[in-house]
């Protein structure tokens, strides 16, 4: 019988909970990168970015699912749990994860999939990540932009991800929704994942598209954190309705139940046809507040950042209660007869809120496995020191060590730069053209298992 592994449940000692005032740091940096934003650790988790992303991996056994349905539809749709599942994670987690130093890197093998994930640029950042199990490869690049909206920030994941089933020759790939953090300057935070997300299948010609819906604020509670929309056949005929919330659960009806329930509940439904301009964030933002923020920091603004004045701003979100988190509505839960659960979240952990609002999984990617001693590779984020001190409460410690990362890390560049000749090339993964989206990514080259590393001293 194989023996389940035990990862530990808890950090090494209860997060310090700050009454630091965000805004008061994020106002010097307005319009900065994501990466040039330099924020006091204790608003930090003690996790890098690369591991963050590692967390889209807790709910994979979807992808072996996946490989093993026989009919497409079935196929695809734990395909489309799986790219929901991906983000719910990110539910209430407010931390700012630790910006990965150039060539960090961070690998993670698990019953169901190994991933290794490396920083390939700084400016701007992009990690990138490979994972895979013996029925699947699940790949990408992310380059999360951040744009601030006045009292809320809105933060890209640029890149697209996808998904092959090698032995079925087939393949899948989605971009990423946008994610809003409310409430910057007064309030409690909060976070949403709002925009649409495509899913194609390049194979079948299947294609989902979900809306990750606003919930903008009290008023509009009932769409809080829901998701809906279709799987359509390659002539665009709908054949599911798909919904839930990436916060809990993806459900899967088939189009006639939908239709019949449609007509008896339609007041559960939102009509979706909020006069928005495309151009228009979704993340609120209203005109009173960008008056005030441009007389704040008028000098700091260059054309990158995308501080609007545009007229199309939504005056509405004036008076959606404004700086509580909106709550949701059970009563516009919607419940379609025969449908089925592709997705459904696991709990978080009692102790979470004394975690930075960890999930079990995330509690455990910081963790040092007594076999990973002596073969890891010596740019793992695990040997951060700046993490390992956060880790362990130890801010001023995390907060010294951090500095000297990023010195180091502008020493190393400078003393690049004036060499000329030795750019920084990633070890791992190199720049080409995704062959199934024909955009520019950044491909595994397969070697990092091998556990040959020469590795450049970063800590
Ligand atoms: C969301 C899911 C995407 C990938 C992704 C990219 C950037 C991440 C974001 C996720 C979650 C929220 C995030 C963000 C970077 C910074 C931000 C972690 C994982 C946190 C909440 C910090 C916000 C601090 C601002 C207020 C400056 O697929």
Redesign the pocket.
């Known amino acids: 019988m194989e023996i389940e592994k035990e990862y530990r449940h808890v950090l090494p000692v209860p997060m310090y909970h700050s009454e630091y005032n965000?805004w008061s740091v994020?106002k010097n940096?307005i319009g900065k990168e994501?990466s040039k934003?330099t924020?006091p650790v204790v608003?930090n988790e003690p996790l890098s970015?690369l591991q963050?992303?590692a967390e889209?991996m807790e709910y994979a056994h979807l992808l072996r699912l996946a490989s093993q349905q026989e009919d497409p539809v079935i196929r695809m749709q734990y395909v489309i749990g799986f790219a929901v599942s991906?983000?719910a994670s990110?539910w209430e987690?407010?931390?700012?994860?630790f910006n990965p130093l150039l060539g960090e890197t961070y690998e993670l093998e698990r019953k169901e999939f190994k991933i290794i994930c490396e920083q390939v640029s700084h400016h701007p950042p992009v990690s990138a990540f490979h994972a895979e199990s013996g029925d699947w490869i699940f790949h990408g690049s992310?380059h999360?932009k951040?744009k601030f909206w006045g009292k809320s920030?809105e933060?890209q994941?640029k890149g697209t991800v996808t998904v092959e089933f090698p032995k079925l020759n087939e393949a899948y790939s989605w971009t990423?929704v946008q994610?809003c953090?409310h409430n910057?300057i007064v309030g409690k935070?909060w976070?949403e994942?709002v925009g649409n997300m495509e899913i194609t299948s390049f194979a079948s010609g299947l294609k989902a598209q979900l809306t990750f819906k606003q919930a903008g604020g009290n008023s509009n509670s009932k769409d809080l954190h829901r998701v809906e929309g279709f799987l359509y056949d390659k002539s665009k005929q709908k054949l599911k309705f798909i919904y839930g919330k990436w916060t809990e659960f993806i459900k899967c009806a088939d189009i006639n139940s939908y239709e019949e329930y449609l007509s008896e509940n339609s007041s559960k439904f939102s009509s979706n046809s909020k006069s928005k301009s495309p151009n228009d964030s979704p993340c609120h933002t209203s005109r009173k507040m960008l008056q005030k923020f441009n007389s704040l920091k008028v000098g700091s603004f260059n054309k990158s950042n995308s501080m609007s004045t545009s007229e199309s701003v939504d005056d509405a979100s004036l008076d959606v209660g404004e700086n509580s988190v909106p709550k949701s509505e059970s009563a516009y839960n919607i419940d379609i007869p025969k449908s089925i659960t592709i997705w459904q979240v696991n709990p978080r952990p009692a102790q979470t809120s004394d975690y930075y609002q960890f999930t079990q999984f995330a509690m455990s990617l910081n963790e040092i496995e007594p076999e990973m001693e002596g073969h890891m590779c010596p740019t793992d984020s695990r040997l951060r020191p700046d993490i390992r001190k956060l880790e362990q409460g130890d801010i001023d410690g995390a907060a010294l060590e951090k500095t000297r990362l990023e010195e180091k890390q502008r020493d190393t560049n400078k003393n690049r730069k004036s060499k000329k000749t030795s750019e920084w090339t990633p070890r791992w993964f190199y720049q080409d053209t995704n062959p199934y989206t024909k955009q520019e990514d950044w491909l595994y080259n397969g070697d990092y298992w091998k556990r040959q590393y020469t590795d450049p001293d970063i800590f």
């Open positions: 965000i994020l940096c994501l934003i924020m608003f970015f963050r992303m889209y991906a983000l990110n987690r407010l931390g700012k994860p992310i999360p951040l920030v933060i994941p990423n994610c953090v910057i935070l976070m994942q």
